[in-house]
């Protein structure tokens, strides 16, 4: 019962990076609260973040062999990574893709995502919040799975 969180680049910045689209917490406040629900939740959770490309590949593939589901917010390269797709097609669990700004209020370079042609659904816009959505999802589904 683990499942993996993947934060993609400039996401270590959250909290001093836009708050007035991002808002004021903190990528550590983020990964306290998947914490805290995750307890309550009885699943075990992996909490990543990486501005490199190759990186967030490797977890995927590591999530393969660990993890029952993904939760993901790719960042910017939700709209640019066909190598990120292709990864989470290797994964047979249930992918969450989260993004804590409304995209598709946003530039039309933000309204593709090559995630979405591979996640099982997508929150978009509700914040923070989002990521704990996302994660109640997943332990519901591979609760369901066990
Ligand atoms: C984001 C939206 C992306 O377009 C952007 O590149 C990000 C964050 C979000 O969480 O709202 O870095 O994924």
């Known amino acids: 019962r683990l499942v993996t969180v993947l934060n993609g680049p400039n996401l270590n910045l959250l909290g001093k990076r836009q708050p007035h689209i991002y808002g004021s917490e903190t990528l550590a406040d983020v990964e306290a609260s998947c914490r805290a629900l995750a307890g309550e939740l009885g699943v075990e959770i992996r909490f990543h973040q990486s501005n490199r490309e190759y990186e967030i590949i490797d977890w995927i593939h590591e999530a393969r062999e660990t993890a029952g589901g993904l939760v993901i917010n790719p960042a910017a390269f939700t709209h640019t990574s066909v190598a990120i797709l292709d990864a989470l097609n290797t994964f047979e669990g249930p992918v ?9 209020k946003r530039e039309s370079f933000r309204h ?35």
């Open 112 to 146: 593709h995502s090559y995630v979405s042609l591979r996640a099982d659904g997508v929150i978009a816009g509700l914040g923070t919040q989002g990521y704990l959505l996302a994660l109640r999802q997943v332990a519901q589904l591979i609760g369901e799975k066990a």
């Open 96 to 104: 969450i893709e989260v993004h804590i700004s409304n995209v598709h």
